[in-house]
């Protein structure tokens, strides 16, 4: 009662406008930060800020007002409701995370329980939690998506038997994904800061009607904190820091935020700095995981040192700096202007997989790294809230971005250091509306424009003279660009039944001229100009307000790109991936059914089954150059493979989970996750997806009371024996555990995890835990580096 006494006193005393309202916790008296204030006829959305407070002017004599928050129950409100008496809400906890807004699967926020797809949502309170590493780890922590490593400095996401280049990721409405994303593992999410979120979100399925190309397997969405206005006279001013230690990795990480807000202007300033040591692993497990020697350069020459300590996983260890500023001008209701700018460049690292490989006998290379990771953005965000003919309301994004990537390698005892560097200029705009057409039906609609610039080139040097000469670059110098249109109906039939359906087209094109200085292409210039169309129609049905039943059938398509077109690289032992500019687009068909259920206040289940077919599928197949199938490349004989439509692939499986409350503070909650792929190999024969990981999921035992939050989980995976594993993954036996046969497999796994979080204060709050209690020694299927043995992690957070 103290802190609603509070507010009521700190709204008189600013003289605060009538149209502005405060969402406070009922139990508590708590401000509830972030909660929507929703209206679906016009469309409009707005969210509280730290203080729990909003103006909701724009919301003026509507009706049927929503006030939404994760873990609360939903409200609806009219507008007088809301500005009546002391303009304080209170809003219930309830036993489930119940309403969530959601925003990835339309670009518009909307209730989850409106939308026929499979939706996951992470919060901050989540993630400070269970305090990942990085964006991949976070993403990890839901126990619905399997992480691939090569490295430390990796994190590549497996969703639906599906990975890298066919899964889209989306920072503040824009696509990451560019024109050299590949289909092998990738680590671009790590360039993102897990402190700077307000939001993740993991559309499952199909996305490809409202984001295009990629989106076939998941999008991943995330939103960084939103720059938060003042609602009284006197600025508004937060912000945090944090200071973390993990044991395992000797990681050190720092962080601080901070926000100042006035009535029309904001700005929030993010900066974060990680620093890694190498990675011990487990002492409980396979021993061909051991480390039990690293190269080291000695005197001119490569030499094998034996490895004081096997367990720890040298060279692993990087660094890691991020960087976001966004400014906010809010002129007046209708209008919201918003800048934001992000910078990511890590360390160089070695890639940890390639250290552990062999030839005759000894280690197959002297060096192998990442050159430093970069990734900037800028991003414009406008949006104008005003209901007419064409929209309620209007987004327009105008984003840049710049990646900058770079190999190293060099084979052992050899003085020839091959770098090869590649560089992505990224330009988009999109145009997002929504509009009301009276009380049952919602359209959405837009249109985007994408163009990728990529520099490549190569430099050979000579490491005994320091000599340079240019080298074969990785890539052609070439333009990709994609345009695209789309338009989406959600038709309220009754208050139980949903019916949405959309349609997409695209046009994308390549243009790539080869340098055929050091290879003797056929060819010095490729292009591509196709199109794709796609569409989607899904139901949500609710027999009772606790029962959800809903139907999702969808298509989505993958663009080739110009990784897909033109890249040479050695994929394997004695192959070489040659270009090929006779492609065509892949296409994905899609079918979901999902059903949940909630008994009572006590216990929620709920269950996804998938289907998926992938046709035309760009796949890595025997090749031929100039009329022969093997060339010297590198100094090898290697045989000539190339991306071909030459595949199709199905995935199936399922998505189940339970919650649970106990009581007293005490829940139990599961997810559990299981897919099987198959794709077609050259002789017509099938083969197991490579990136169908096994069977996976997390329990989760927690009590939470008060400021107090303890949770143990235990996670695990099934394993992946040698007749299920795919050809591709059979010839990296030296990442793999070896069975009775003497064959290469992926052992099952699990980890049991404890984790706390305790407020003491308003302004000071302590969080960790100890991962992988058990010490045990388990490389996730398809990893090139070794899980995190025991880990004790510490993280202290001040805000004011």
Not at 73 to 100: C, H, M, T
Not at 111 to 128: F, K, L, M, T
Not at 318 to 344: D, T
Not at 466 to 472: D, I, L, R, V
Request: proline share 4%; with cysteine.
């Amino acid at each position: 009662m103290k802190k609603i006494f509070f507010f009521m006193v700190l709204i008189v005393c600013n003289n605060v406008n009538a149209q502005v309202i405060t969402l406070i916790d009922k139990n508590t008296g708590d401000p509830i930060q972030d909660a929507s204030i929703i209206s679906n006829t016009p469309s409009l959305i707005t969210m509280t800020n730290s203080l729990g407070q909003v103006d909701i002017s724009e919301f003026e004599n509507l009706d049927y007002i929503q006030l939404l928050k994760i873990g609360y129950k939903r409200q609806v409100k009219s507008y007088q409701d809301l500005i009546s008496n002391d303009r304080i809400i209170q809003l219930e906890p309830f036993a489930f995370s119940g309403d969530a807004v959601i925003v990835s699967a339309s670009k518009w926020a909307q209730n989850v329980d409106d939308i026929p797809a499979r939706i996951v949502g992470i919060s901050p309170r989540e993630i400070a939690l269970q305090n990942p590493q990085t964006a991949a780890d976070l993403l990890g922590s839901s126990g619905e998506v399997f992480i691939q490593k090569s490295q430390l400095g990796g994190g590549s996401p497996m969703i639906r038997g599906f990975a890298t280049n066919r899964l889209l990721y989306t920072i503040d409405g824009v696509r990451m994904n560019n024109a050299i994303f590949r289909g092998g593992n990738i680590q671009n999410v790590i360039s993102l800061d897990a402190f700077s979120m307000e939001a993740t979100e993991i559309l499952f399925g199909p996305g490809s009607v409202i984001y295009g190309s990629d989106a076939i397997g998941a999008v991943m969405s995330f939103r960084t904190r939103t720059p938060e206005l003042s609602y009284t006279d006197k600025p508004l001013i937060n912000g945090s820091a944090v200071s973390r230690y993990a044991s395992s990795s000797n990681e050190k990480t720092v962080h601080f935020d901070v926000n100042v807000g006035w009535k029309k202007w904001a700005m929030v300033t993010s900066f974060t700095s990680s620093e890694f040591g190498d990675l011990r692993m487990g002492s409980h497990g396979p021993d061909e995981y051991l480390r039990p020697f690293y190269v080291q350069r000695q005197d001119s020459m490569d030499v094998i040192v034996e490895n004081e300590d096997p367990l720890i996983q040298n060279p692993t260890g990087y660094s890691q700096i991020n960087l976001m500023q966004k400014v906010r001008f809010k002129p007046n209701k209708n209008w919201n202007f918003e800048y934001g700018f992000h910078l990511s460049e890590s360390s160089s690292y070695s890639r940890y997989d390639r250290h552990i490989r062999y030839k005759d006998g000894l280690p197959r290379y002297g060096e192998w790294s990442y050159g430093p990771q970069k990734w900037m953005m800028n991003n414009l965000n406008i949006t104008h809230s005003h209901g007419n003919k064409i929209y309620d309301q209007m987004s327009i994004r105008l984003a840049q971005q710049s990646f900058e990537e770079s190999r190293i390698s060099r084979d052992f005892n050899k003085n020839d250091r091959e770098t090869r560097i590649e560089n992505v200029i990224a330009y988009s705009g999109n145009i997002d509306f929504i509009k009301s057409l009276g009380k049952r039906n919602t359209l959405k609609y837009g249109g985007e424009f994408v163009l990728n610039e990529v520099d490549s080139r190569g430099i050979n040097e000579d490491i005994s003279t320091g000599e340079q000469s240019a080298g074969p670059s990785r890539y052609p110098q070439a333009d990709w660009m994609s345009t695209g249109i789309y338009i989406t109906n959600e038709f309220k039939a009754n208050e139980k039944l949903i019916l949405t359906a959309g349609i997409r087209y695209s046009q994308f094109q390549i243009n790539a001229d080869f340098d055929t200085s050091f290879y003797d292409f056929p060819f010095t210039s490729a292009s591509l100009n196709n199109g794709a169309l796609t569409g989607s129609i899904g139901t949500v049905y609710h027999p009772t307000k606790n029962w959800s039943i809903s139907a999702n059938f969808s298509t989505a398509y993958r663009a080739p790109n110009v990784d897909d077109i033109g890249k040479v690289f050695d994929s394997e032992p004695g192959a070489v991936v040659v270009p090929n500019p006779n492609l065509e687009a892949e296409y994905a068909y899609n079918g979901e059914l999902s059903i949940t259920k909630i008994f009572g206040n006590t216990l929620k289940l709920d269950i996804t089954g998938f289907y998926t077919l992938l046709d035309n599928a760009l796949v890595r197949r025997d090749y031929q150059l100039n009329g022969a199938d093997s060339i010297n490349y590198d100094g090898e004989m290697s045989k000539v493979q190339a991306i071909q439509n030459a595949a199709v692939a199905t995935v199936y499986g399922l998505q189940a989970g339970f919650e649970l409350k106990l009581g007293g503070g005490f829940s139990i909650n599961s997810r559990f996750n299981y897919q099987l792929g198959e794709e077609e190999l050259d002789d017509g024969s099938i083969s197991p997806s490579r990136h169908a990981a096994p069977w996976f999921g997390i329990s989760r035992l927690k009590y939470q009371k008060n400021h107090l939050s303890i949770e143990f989980n235990s996670q695990y995976s099934g394993e992946k024996a040698f007749e299920d594993m795919s050809i591709e993954e059979i010839s990296k036996d030296y990442m793999y555990a070896i069975d009775d046969n003497g064959n290469p497999y992926s052992p099952a796994w699990y980890t049991i995890n404890l984790k706390a979080m305790y407020r003491f204060t308003d302004h000071l709050s302590v969080s960790g835990g100890i991962e992988n209690i058990t010490d045990q020694r388990y490389r996730p299927y398809s990893s090139g580096i070794v899980s995190s043995g025991r880990n004790v992690i510490l993280s202290l957070k001040a805000i004011f």
